[in-house]
């Protein structure tokens, strides 16, 4: 609950858990930081829970958990305006820039561009599980090499707050998301129970999320997929219980498209989307299900076994 925060010019190193973690801050102004905290579990490297008026830039992160994460867990203190530009993010098991999961007061007009990510299990991973809003968030001019998902984008069920409503929260809204020219050279991590290769937009049935646009989006992906992955009409929901932490794509098994797969959504627009694979891929680029209102304009399938796939796409 600091006011006029400066963080400027400092290199920050081996931290016990977190490396920085602000509560409900404003005008928080962070500009050419280094972290490095890659060999610490759970090694956040600038995190917020709430705050207001927040500028994040020319900062270097070489972080061990998420690069710069984004969360509220107390009810009244959301993330509002929030600028993230010209940062390079290397983390090891996590996401580069994380939105969520804590959400309990949610996040509005949140805009991040001209950055780099490498080496990260997930680029923009923003994750909505209680009864909130995330709204009006723009990402744009975002280069990710070897990022196992650039998109992870979830709507789901799942206590984090001892005050958020309930111990199954009711599920909240996404609005208004913007992706804009970001190109993406996806990889997969050795070993079983990784995630695989994708971008992800999945939300449970009865949430909300809507008014999507990916535009001018590059994805390389690794392919391979064989025609049983593209026939898959059996991909489970996603974890709707308190028992598990909500990252079940880990266990879901593949994915029936080569890039993109979108579930459960409203009002989806793709418009110069290119999902080029190394290797052939038995699945179309993109797969689509119970999207109510899908666009596409300028979507580019490389290798892959077609453009579309979708099922219950009124």
């Given amino acids: ?63 061990g958990d998420d690069g710069i994460s984004l969360k509220s867990l107390t009810p009244g203190e959301p993330c509002l305006r929030f600028t993230i530009s010209n940062c390079v993010i290397r983390a090891r098991y996590w996401g580069a820039i994380r939105i969520g999961p804590e959400s309990t007061a949610g996040a509005r007009h949140i805009a991040v561009s001209n ?34 998902r650039p998109l992870f984008v979830t709507n789901t069920r799942y206590r984090f707050s001892s005050l958020s409503h309930g111990v199954r929260p009711p599920a909240g809204a996404m609005r208004r998301f913007s992706f804009c020219n970001i190109n993406a050279t996806l990889f997969r991590w050795e070993g079983e129970g990784w995630a695989l290769p994708n971008c992800y937009l999945y939300a ?16 390389c992906c690794p392919g391979g997929g064989t025609a049983a992955d593209a026939d898959r009409a059996d991909h489970p929901e996603m974890l709707d219980f308190v028992e598990q932490y909500p990252e079940s794509c880990l266990r879901m098994g593949s ?39 899908l666009y596409l304009h300028r979507v580019r399938a490389r290798n892959c076994g077609g453009v579309l796939r979708h099922i219950a796409c009124p």
């Fill in 204 to 219: 449970l049935p009865g949430s909300v999320m809507e008014d999507l646009t990916l535009s001018n989006l590059q994805l």
């Fill in 115 to 148: 950055c780099v990510f490498r080496d990260c299990n997930d680029g923009l991973k923003i994750q909505l599980t209680e009864d909130a809003e995330f709204a009006d968030f723009t990402f744009s001019n975002i280069t990710m090499d070897r990022v196992v």
């Fill in 1 to 63: 609950r600091c006011r006029n925060v400066p963080l400027r010019d400092l290199t920050l190193t081996r931290p016990g858990m977190f490396c920085s973690y602000m509560l409900a801050c404003r005008d928080v102004t962070i500009r050419g930081v280094r972290i490095e905290s890659a060999t610490t579990p759970c090694g956040d490297g600038l995190d917020f829970d709430g705050g207001e008026n927040v500028t994040i830039s020319d900062c270097l992160i070489d972080a």
């Fill in 255 to 293: 994915y029936p498209s080569a890039g993109l797969y979108i579930r459960n959504a409203q009002r989806i627009c793709l418009d110069g989307v290119t999902v080029q694979c190394a290797e052939p891929d038995a699945r179309c680029a993109v797969a689509a299900e119970a999207v109510d209102g």
